[in-house]
């Protein structure tokens, strides 16, 4: 077997467009935690530095020498962001911890129901209003009107994990309510997001076919969940590189194998990290582990990917502001208005319940992961590619200051929530 290989020139030009994407990215995330704001904002700006929307106008064959300097490079730079997301998605289930505090279970119940079912529904009208100029290249309107659905209630658990850790506010009953709501809502919207992708990829809407895959993806969740309760973790520790080795192999195979049942490789990804986190457990040797590849991944290859997300957008040709405007404004507002009206049947503070309604806007890392699934699977356009990641920043970074302004006028307004019982 011939394996074919770069020239030289070749492989120079994509490790410096590497490093252009990486520095951009670490450059403007740092400068974003600086300002109290979400690194992953910072890290996509970085990526449009060098994309349609900034240096690309001014010095286009410069941008080219280096992001399109021969055929295929799209394609080698291609694989660095499927690395990114699959690394992502596999930490994200590493770190996802589905326990329901039933001492909270009325009002969990009620914000899952106002930030993901009401809102939801709520978008059901306006689908057309935007289908026209959002429909991706397969025409889809099924799969498009899915998404459309997702793009309005999806909540970010690394953002909102992160905003927490840094005010201080983590393990307490809002910050519980909110990762419980948001990884329950996640879970949701992976499935549907997956049911939407498997639609478009075979062209045609048959409602049996359908059941099937949203079973099979449900199915694979609850064995998963089962399995994952009922498994004692491996008491033996592995060294490092057996560790790593066996992680890697069981995360690329079984993304191949599910990926021949219709199911979407980011919802394989995060399925295996769920799995290990059960196999070899949560103690501090392992969590040690898996803290060292954090690491390495979100300074290679997840950078990368937001950044590379980032010189995709393109806000001045075939993009329209008011579209994006009229978007946010009712995304943003349906999963307000469907929160805060579901928690009129709980006994929460006013302070508490508008809180709640704007933290469940932040979109973070599952919106990016939405947007770009379902471009890359023909389901949206590229204005409304744009249009998701844009609100996916700006819906975070109200998030973000928003809290930390509340927590500034009154320190305990996380830790009180609902009102005092009248005697």
């Known amino acids: 077997m011939h394996l074919q290989t770069l020239t030289e020139s070749e492989i120079i ?7 252009l994407l990486l520095i951009s990215a ?6 974003f935690e600086k300002i109290k704001a979400p690194r992953v904002v910072g890290e996509i700006l970085g990526g449009m530095l060098w994309g349609g929307s900034c240096l690309y106008i001014f010095c286009p064959q410069m941008v080219d020498s280096v992001f399109a300097a021969y055929p295929e490079e799209g394609k080698v730079l291609n694989i660095f962001y499927q690395l990114g997301l699959i690394f992502l998605m596999f930490l994200s289930g590493y770190n996802t911890n589905i326990e329901v505090d039933k001492k909270n279970g009325k009002i969990i119940t009620c914000v899952l129901i106002g930030a993901t079912v009401l809102p939801m529904l709520g978008a059901i009208p306006f689908i057309s209003m935007f289908q026209d100029d959002y429909i991706g290249v397969l025409g889809n309107e099924v799969a498009f009107g899915i998404v459309f659905t997702i793009g309005v209630a999806i909540t970010s658990i690394p953002v909102i994990s992160k905003i927490f850790f840094d005010m201080g506010i983590m393990n307490t009953t809002f910050s519980n309510t909110v990762l419980t709501v948001a990884t329950l809502q996640d879970l949701c919207l992976w499935i549907l997001l997956n049911a939407a992708t498997r ?30 309760d009922h498994t004692k973790a491996w008491k033996r ?36 990290g769920y799995v290990l986190k059960a196999v070899v457990g949560y103690n501090d040797e392992s969590k040690s582990k898996m803290d060292a590849l954090g690491n390495f991944a979100f300074s290679f290859f997840i950078p990368i990917y ?10 001045i040709n075939g993009f329209s502001f008011l579209r994006f405007a009229l978007f946010f404004v009712i995304a943003f507002g349906l999963e307000a208005v469907g929160t805060l009206l579901m928690l009129v049947f709980t006994n929460l503070t006013a302070a508490s319940k508008i809180n709640f309604a704007v933290t469940m ?8 992961v939405l947007a770009t699934v379902a471009y890359a699977n023909g389901i949206i356009s590229l204005e409304f590619f744009t249009v998701l ?3 996916t920043m700006l819906s975070s970074l109200i998030a973000g200051y928003w809290l930390r302004m509340q927590q500034k006028k009154d320190a305990n307004v996380f830790m009180v929530l609902t009102k005092p019982e009248k005697k």
């Open 389 to 391: 990641i844009l609100t």
């Open 199 to 228: 639609i478009a990829t075979t062209g045609e809407v048959k409602f049996l076919e359908m059941l099937v895959v949203v079973v099979v993806t449900l199915g694979l969740f609850i064995a998963v969940k089962v399995i994952s």
């Open 306 to 315: 937001f950044a590379l997300v980032g010189i995709q957008l393109n806000v």
């Open 13 to 19: 030009a994509t490790l410096i467009a590497l490093s």
């Open 361 to 368: 806007n932040a979109r973070g890392g599952p919106g990016i």
């Open 237 to 272: 520790q592995l060294k490092p590189i057996h560790f790593y080795s066996i992680s890697f192999t069981v995360l690329l195979f079984v993304c191949g194998v599910l990926s021949f049942l219709g199911i979407n490789i980011m919802y394989s990804a995060f399925l295996v």
């Open 26 to 31: 670490y450059g403007f995330g740092t400068l």
